[in-house]
């Protein structure tokens, strides 16, 4: 029998497994390869970053943080991965949490506002390849927000959907 911690862990292959697997069920066949493996990779690592970690950029408590880091804050360099960082941040408030962000902030203008990180993020990125990603990223925003949230509200629905084991007899 496995320990306990082998039970509870979930280490970073498992979570981005099962987010791929998640995705892969509400996208359609023909979405692309690297761009769901990405979508999944996002959320696999926010799953694992607290929205108080010290270590590295904590996980935004909601699309008010991504405004006051990413647009108010004037002095934020022109950096790909700070742009990426805004865009995935974007992707996962707007998209996986729109439920709860909705009644809050306007999700098309933050999904506009991921689109543009995205882009920024391509345009200073070295990497053609990535830069390649990143701008398709950007195209797709609006369908991978969409696939998020509807992820997240299946996975939401799937704990009615869970079936309980007999209680013990009490006689």
Same mark, same amino acid.
């Given at each position: 029998?496995?320990?306990?911690? %082998? =039970? $509870? ?5 498992? *979570? ?8 892969? +069920? /509400?996208?359609? &066949?023909?979405?692309?390869?690297? %761009? =769901? $493996? ?5 959320? *696999? ?8 970690? +010290? /270590?590295?950029? &904590? ?113």
């Amino acid at each position: 029998m496995e320990s306990l911690q %082998e =039970l $509870l862990a979930v280490d970073d292959q498992r *979570a981005l497994e099962f987010f791929l697997v998640g995705l892969k +069920d /509400v996208s359609e &066949p023909t979405v692309d390869k690297h %761009e =769901l $493996l990405y979508n999944a990779s996002v959320l *696999a690592h926010f799953a694992h970053i607290s929205t108080h970690n +010290d /270590v590295e950029m &904590p996980t935004p408590a909601d699309l008010s943080v991504v405004f006051d880091q990413f647009v108010a804050n004037t002095t934020v360099p022109h950096d790909s991965q700070l742009m990426e960082a805004a865009g995935a941040q974007c992707l996962l408030l707007a998209g996986f949490f729109e439920d709860q962000m909705r009644g809050r902030h306007n999700i098309r203008w933050y999904a506009e506002l991921g689109a543009g990180f995205f882009t920024r993020a391509a345009t200073y990125q070295e990497s053609r390849q990535k830069a390649r990603l990143l701008t398709m990223l950007a195209r797709h925003f609006e369908p991978w927000r969409q696939r998020h949230a509807r992820l997240s509200r299946e996975l939401r629905d799937q704990a009615y959907l869970l079936a309980l084991p007999n209680p013990p007899s009490l006689m």
